[in-house]
């Protein structure tokens, strides 16, 4: 028993001191293969939905229940890699990175 403790412990802290947050772990570990960055896709949100409140929700939404219809990738990304899949993350997890997606690509306050 002793030794599958330790193990436990070892692959927890090994998940927790590589440096990745939820973001990186769920969201870019998926993305990097894809031609389009999470950049453009954030200032595709953007575009449509403008605010942060607003952004967070629609991400929110489609992630929890992805449909093409929501997706605002372009026909021949969906025809080539489909619709992504329903994320498994809790709803604290989902908040958690799409705060730090939200952080790292916003505009406001960072024109000057």
Not at 6 to 29: D, P
Not at 35 to 61: C, G, I, M
Request: positive net charge; hydrophobic residues 40%; aromatic residues 12%.
């Amino acid at each position: 028993m002793g030794r599958i403790a330790v193990t436990i412990l070892l692959i927890f802290s090994a998940l927790q001191g590589s440096g990745m947050n939820i973001y990186e772990r769920n969201c870019v570990k998926c993305h990097e293969n894809l031609p389009v960055s999470l950049d453009k896709f954030f200032f595709n949100y953007l575009l449509k939905y403008s605010s942060e409140r607003q952004v967070k929700q629609a991400l929110r939404n489609y992630l929890k229940h992805p449909r093409r219809k929501a997706s605002l990738a372009t026909e021949e990304l969906l025809e080539r890699y489909g619709i992504m899949p329903k994320s498994n993350l809790s709803d604290e997890e989902l908040r958690k990175a799409i705060d730090i997606y939200w952080d790292k690509y916003k505009v406001f306050g960072k024109i000057e």
